[in-house]
Every structure is written in C-alpha cells, then in structure tokens.
C-alpha cells in the first residue's frame, strides 16, 4: 500500500493551538466588553449628578441659624456664603463653618445639609467673662482673652469686674496679651461672689482689687490665688468694712485689715 502524499501549500493546526486561539479571542472580547461596560456606567453617574445637581429640588431654600444670640443671625448668614438657589450638594459647608467661627462670639460652629433644600447652622457663642479698661474704650472678653465686643455695647447686670491694662485694646475679634489672662480669670472669679463687692483688677505693680464702696484688697502676687480669693469672700461677708482701707491678703492665712485714719 503507498503512504498518502502530502498537499503542498497546507499547514495543520494542531487542535489545541486552535482551541487556544478561540479562547484568547473570547477573552478580549469579555475585556472591550467589560471596559464598554464600565464606560456606559461612568456616563450614567455623571449624567445622573448633573441632573441631581442641576435640579431645582435640591437647590438651597432657607439657611437656618440657631443658637446665635449675641450675634445678629443675618451675619451669619452672610459669613458662611451660602446662597439661596445653590446647588445644595455643592454647598461648602467646611468653608462655612472655619467662617463663621472667626466671628467674635462664636466659639464653635457646625454647618449641615438638611435634606431636601436647607442648610442648618448650630452657633455655641462665647460666654463673656470681664471688661479690659484699656486706654480707649472699654472692651468686653471671655476666659481667653478673646474681644466680644465694647463694653457699652453689651450693658448686663451684675455689672462685669474691669481688669485695668495701660495696653491699648485689640480690635473686636482679636486676644489681648496672654499678660492678661491671669486679671481676667479673677476677675470673673469675682463678679458675682462676693456680689458687687469688686469694681477692678490691677495687675501692675501687683495684684489688688478696688472695692466698691472704696478701698482695696491686696493679693501681692498670683500664688496661692484660690486661698487668697477664698480668704477675701470670707473677710468682705464678715467684717464692717466702714472706712476700709485695705485689706492685705499677701498672706491669706493671717489677713490684716486697716481703715482710713481720718474717719469718724
């Protein structure tokens, strides 16, 4: 029997390299797929945030402020930018909120969307501690030294305790110098306990108090402060302060009281 003759011209390809080659197609194939896929999702979110965006329902209708007393809530408003007709979504409520607390009373802000059209604002507001009587206007501050306001402005009763300062005061929305801390601590200490019983605080040469009434409460320097105070509250409910003079706390265990010697 003669052996078959080979066809000239034709290549056989072993089945599993064509099988291979199906496989590979079919996996690119499964790849454009995918990333077509992909692609058509991508513009579906997009087209979808552009009409969530754009849609009149999700624009801002009201900016709610709460907690604002001292500070009028039209100028919080204003500071935290947002206007009505705003995309809601697109609201920066960070940049609101680091602008609203660099106003004067506002301690702590916080900035959130209410769904569907509003934006809520929640103020908490310094809470004034002491008057600084520098040279000008008396100015109004809290524990951190921090200018609410001129003191005029803000009449309350009992009447804030003044820490004397030869310093001209900064600016509403500025801190006066650290130096002061330690006055103002005191004085708002002091406003209401003993009641009306201090007009000021002086810090320089050292500590005293002016009384109202007249005379002075001596504390030389910030050492033993709370003992120096609770020996004050002490002495000013329990002695006739008639014609006081002074009353030296420098030392608080052992206070010494001494009046004018030209009163009757």
Avoid at 91 to 118: N, Y
Avoid at 244 to 255: F, M, N
Wanted: aromatic share 4%; proline share 8%.
């Amino acid at each position: 029997m003669t052996a078959p003759t080979p066809q000239l011209g034709r290549v056989v390809v072993d089945p599993r390299f064509r099988a291979r080659r199906i496989a590979v197609r079919k996996q690119a194939g499964r790849r454009r797929l995918k990333r077509l896929l992909v692609l058509i999702s991508v513009a579906i979110v997009a087209l979808t945030t552009v009409i969530v965006l754009k849609s009149p329902m999700l624009d801002v209708d009201e900016v709610a402020v709460r907690g604002a007393v001292h500070t009028d809530p039209a100028v919080v408003t204003e500071a935290a930018g947002i206007q009505a007709g705003q995309p809601l979504l697109l609201a920066d409520v960070d940049g609101a909120r680091a602008a609203i607390e660099a106003l004067p009373w506002v301690a702590e802000a916080s900035v959130t969307r209410d769904f569907p059209s509003g934006i809520v604002v929640e103020v908490v507001e310094r809470v004034p501690t002491a008057l600084v009587a520098a040279a000008g206007t008396p100015v109004l501050v809290d524990e951190t030294g921090v200018v609410l306001d001129l003191a005029l402005a803000t009449p309350t009763f009992p009447p804030y305790v003044a820490v004397i300062s030869d310093e001209p005061a900064p600016a509403i929305g500025g801190t006066v110098p650290a130096a002061l801390l330690a006055g103002i601590d005191l004085a708002g200490r002091l406003r209401q306990n003993p009641p009306s019983s201090v007009l000021a605080v002086r810090l320089a040469p050292e500590v005293r108090l002016d009384l109202v009434g007249g005379g002075q409460a001596l504390f030389g320097d910030l050492s033993q402060l709370d003992d120096k105070v609770e020996a004050f509250r002490t002495m000013f409910a329990r002695v006739d302060r008639t014609c006081l003079d002074t009353i030296d706390l420098r030392v608080p265990t052992h206070p010494v009281l001494t009046r004018q010697d030209t009163c009757s």
